[in-house]
C-alpha cells in the first residue's frame, strides 16, 4: 500500500477554465478511487487532436472547466474495492475508450465499443457515483473521457487501463495509448490491405502516419499522402508515403485526382483529418468493385456525411473506427511489445518535448500544424 492511498492527494493539473483559453497550472484535489477505480500518477502525457477540438468547443458541446489529456502513460498509485486486475506499482496506459470484459461487446472478437466504457466525449464524470474525483477549494473539475491525464495524479475506472510491460519507456509508449494505435490499427484492423495494393492516407499527422505505417507493414506497393498543408510532406517520406497530394494544387476535388493517379481509385483508404469533406473524398477515392474508406477523424457535432448511393451501389465499403478496433486491455500490451521487438518504430512520431509547465506550448504546435506528437513531462 502507498502512503497516499486512501487520502486525498493535492497535486498539480492543468486546468481548462473556458473554451480556447490557455490551460492554467492550478493545485487540484484528486480523491481516492472508488469501487473499480483506480488512481494513476501520470509521469508523459502527450496532446491528440481530439483535445484540442473538444478545448476549442468550436463544433463541440462545451463542458468546462475540465481537464483534458487522453493520451499518457503511467504508474498505478492505489486502487479502489473490487479492483483485482491492477496493483499499485504497475505500468499502465489509460485508453480513452475502455474494455469491461463483460459486456456483448467485449465478448465480441469484432468489437471493442464496449457497453459500459465506450467512449463518450459529453460525460465529466465518473460511472460510480456520477461525481468527479477533482476539485479545486470544492469545486468540481469535469472529467475528459475516463482519462484527464493533465493532472499529475488522475482516476479511471479499471476497464479504461492497459497494463504493459513494466520494461516499455513510459516516455515513448504513451503515443501508444491513442494515437499510433488507432492509426495502425485502422489500417491493420479494419482497411486490411492486401499486399501490393494502393493506399490513401487522408491527414498526415500522427494518427496518419501511424496508418501509412500500418500500409506499409501490410505491405501496399503504393501509399497517397494527402494534406492541406505541405509542409507535413518532409516529415512524411519517413513514413513510407510514395507519393503526396495537396487537395490545394488542384482545380478538381481530390478523389478525381486520386482515380486518375491510379486507373479509376484506391485499394484501401483511411481518413484521419477530421474534416468532413476530406471525409467525402476518402470514401469516393477507393475503387468501386472492392475499395475499402475508414474513418478515423472526429467530425463535428452536427456535420453530416454526404454522398450519392451509387456509389455504395457501385461495391465500395464505408467504415469506421475509434482506436483502430484495438481492445485496450486484451490489446494494447501486445503492440507495445511490437515497440519492444522494434517491429514498430515510436521515435519519430516524437518531434517535440515540454515541461508540464509550458503545456500550452504542446496546443501551439498543433494549431500550427507543426510537428507530430509532443511529449509533456509531468516531473517537470
Ligand atoms: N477514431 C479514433 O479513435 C481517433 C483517435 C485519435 C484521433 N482521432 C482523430 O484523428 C484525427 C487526426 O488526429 P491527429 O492527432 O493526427 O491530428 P493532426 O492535427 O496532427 O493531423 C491532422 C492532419 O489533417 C490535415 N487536414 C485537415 N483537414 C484536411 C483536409 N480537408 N484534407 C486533407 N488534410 C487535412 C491537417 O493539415 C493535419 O496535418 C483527428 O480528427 C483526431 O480527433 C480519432
Ligand atoms: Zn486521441
Ligand atoms: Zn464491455
Same mark, same amino acid.
Given at each position: 500500500?502507498?502512503?497516499?492511498?486512501?487520502?486525498?492527494?493535492?497535486?498539480?493539473?492543468?486546468?481548462?477554465?473556458?473554451?480556447?483559453?490557455?490551460?492554467?497550472?492550478?493545485?487540484?484535489?484528486?480523491?481516492?478511487?472508488?469501487?473499480?477505480?483506480?488512481?494513476?500518477?501520470?509521469?508523459?502525457?502527450?496532446?491528440?487532436?481530439?483535445?484540442?477540438?473538444?478545448?476549442?468547443?468550436?463544433?463541440?458541446?462545451?463542458?468546462?472547466? $475540465?481537464?483534458?489529456?487522453?493520451?499518457?502513460?503511467?504508474?498505478?498509485?492505489?486502487?479502489?474495492?473490487?479492483?483485482?486486475?491492477?496493483?499499485?506499482?504497475?505500468?499502465?496506459?489509460?485508453?480513452?475508450?475502455?474494455?469491461?470484459?463483460?459486456?456483448?461487446?467485449?465478448?465480441?472478437?469484432?468489437?471493442?465499443?464496449?457497453?459500459?466504457? $465506450?467512449?463518450?466525449?459529453?460525460?465529466?464524470?465518473?460511472?460510480?457515483?456520477?461525481?468527479?474525483?477533482?476539485?479545486?477549494?470544492?469545486?468540481?473539475?469535469?472529467?475528459?473521457?475516463?482519462?484527464?491525464?493533465?493532472?499529475?495524479?488522475?482516476?479511471?475506472?479499471?476497464?479504461?487501463?492497459?497494463?504493459?510491460?513494466?520494461?516499455?519507456?513510459?516516455?515513448?509508449?504513451?503515443?501508444?495509448?491513442?494515437?499510433?494505435?488507432t492509426g495502425l490499427g485502422a489500417t491493420l484492423n479494419v482497411a486490411k490491405p492486401?499486399?501490393?495494393s494502393t493506399v490513401a492516407i487522408f491527414g498526415l499527422?500522427?494518427v496518419g502516419l501511424a496508418a501509412a505505417e500500418g500500409a506499409?507493414?501490410a505491405?501496399a506497393?503504393?501509399i497517397i499522402g494527402v494534406?492541406?498543408?505541405?509542409?507535413?510532406?518532409?516529415?512524411?517520406?519517413?513514413?513510407?508515403i510514395?507519393?503526396?497530394?495537396?487537395?490545394?494544387?488542384?482545380?478538381?476535388?481530390?478523389?478525381?485526382?486520386?482515380?486518375?493517379?491510379?486507373?479509376?481509385?484506391v485499394d484501401r483508404s483511411v481518413e484521419c483529418t477530421?474534416?468532413?469533406?476530406a471525409m467525402?473524398s476518402a470514401f469516393?477515392c477507393v475503387?468501386?468493385?472492392?475499395g475499402v474508406a475508414v474513418l478515423v477523424g472526429?467530425?463535428?457535432?452536427?456535420?453530416?456525411?454526404?454522398?450519392?448511393?451509387?456509389?455504395?451501389?457501385?461495391?465500395?465499403?464505408l467504415k469506421g473506427t475509434?482506436?483502430g478496433?484495438?481492445?485496450?486491455?486484451?490489446?494494447?500490451?501486445?503492440?507495445?511489445?511490437?515497440?519492444?521487438?522494434?517491429?514498430?518504430?515510436?521515435?519519430?512520431?516524437?518531434?517535440?518535448?515540454?515541461?508540464?509547465?509550458?503545456?500550452?506550448?504542446?496546443?501551439?504546435?498543433?494549431?500550427?500544424?507543426?510537428?507530430? $506528437?509532443?511529449?509533456? $513531462?509531468?516531473?517537470?
Amino acid at each position: 500500500m502507498s502512503s497516499t492511498a486512501g487520502q486525498v492527494i493535492r497535486c498539480r493539473a492543468a486546468v481548462a477554465w473556458e473554451a480556447g483559453k490557455p490551460l492554467v497550472l492550478e493545485e487540484v484535489e484528486v480523491a481516492p478511487p472508488q469501487a473499480m477505480e483506480v488512481r494513476l500518477k501520470i509521469l508523459f502525457t502527450s496532446l491528440c487532436h481530439t483535445d484540442v477540438y473538444f478545448w476549442e468547443a468550436k463544433g463541440q458541446t462545451p463542458l468546462f472547466p $475540465r481537464i483534458f489529456g487522453h493520451e499518457a502513460g503511467g504508474i498505478v498509485e492505489s486502487v479502489g474495492e473490487g479492483v483485482t486486475d491492477l496493483k499499485p506499482g504497475d505500468h499502465v496506459l489509460p485508453v480513452f475508450t475502455g474494455e469491461c470484459k463483460e459486456c456483448r461487446h467485449c465478448k465480441s472478437e469484432e468489437s471493442n465499443m464496449c457497453d459500459l466504457l $465506450r467512449i463518450n466525449t459529453d460525460r465529466g464524470v465518473m460511472l460510480n457515483d456520477g461525481k468527479s474525483r477533482f476539485s479545486i477549494r470544492g469545486q468540481p473539475i469535469y472529467h475528459f473521457v475516463g482519462t484527464s491525464t493533465f493532472s499529475e495524479y488522475t482516476v479511471a475506472h479499471v476497464g479504461s487501463v492497459a497494463k504493459i510491460n513494466p520494461a516499455a519507456p513510459l516516455d515513448k509508449v504513451c503515443v501508444l495509448s491513442c494515437g499510433i494505435s488507432t492509426g495502425l490499427g485502422a489500417t491493420l484492423n479494419v482497411a486490411k490491405p492486401k499486399k501490393g495494393s494502393t493506399v490513401a492516407i487522408f491527414g498526415l499527422g500522427a494518427v496518419g502516419l501511424a496508418a501509412a505505417e500500418g500500409a506499409r507493414i501490410a505491405g501496399a506497393s503504393r501509399i497517397i499522402g494527402v494534406d492541406l498543408n505541405s509542409k507535413r510532406f518532409d516529415e512524411a517520406k519517413k513514413f513510407g508515403i510514395t507519393e503526396f497530394v495537396n487537395p490545394k494544387d488542384h482545380e478538381k476535388p481530390v478523389q478525381e485526382v486520386i482515380a486518375e493517379m491510379t486507373g479509376g481509385g484506391v485499394d484501401r483508404s483511411v481518413e484521419c483529418t477530421g474534416n468532413i469533406n476530406a471525409m467525402i473524398s476518402a470514401f469516393e477515392c477507393v475503387h468501386d468493385g472492392w475499395g475499402v474508406a475508414v474513418l478515423v477523424g472526429v467530425p463535428n457535432k452536427d456535420d453530416a456525411f454526404k454522398t450519392h448511393p451509387v456509389n455504395l451501389l457501385n461495391e465500395r465499403t464505408l467504415k469506421g473506427t475509434f482506436f483502430g478496433n484495438y481492445k485496450p486491455r486484451s490489446d494494447l500490451p501486445s503492440v507495445v511489445e511490437k515497440y519492444m521487438n522494434k517491429e514498430l518504430e515510436l521515435e519519430k512520431f516524437i518531434t517535440h518535448s515540454v515541461p508540464f509547465s509550458e503545456i500550452n506550448k504542446a496546443f501551439e504546435y498543433m494549431l500550427q500544424g507543426d510537428g507530430l $506528437r509532443c511529449i509533456i $513531462r509531468m516531473d517537470a
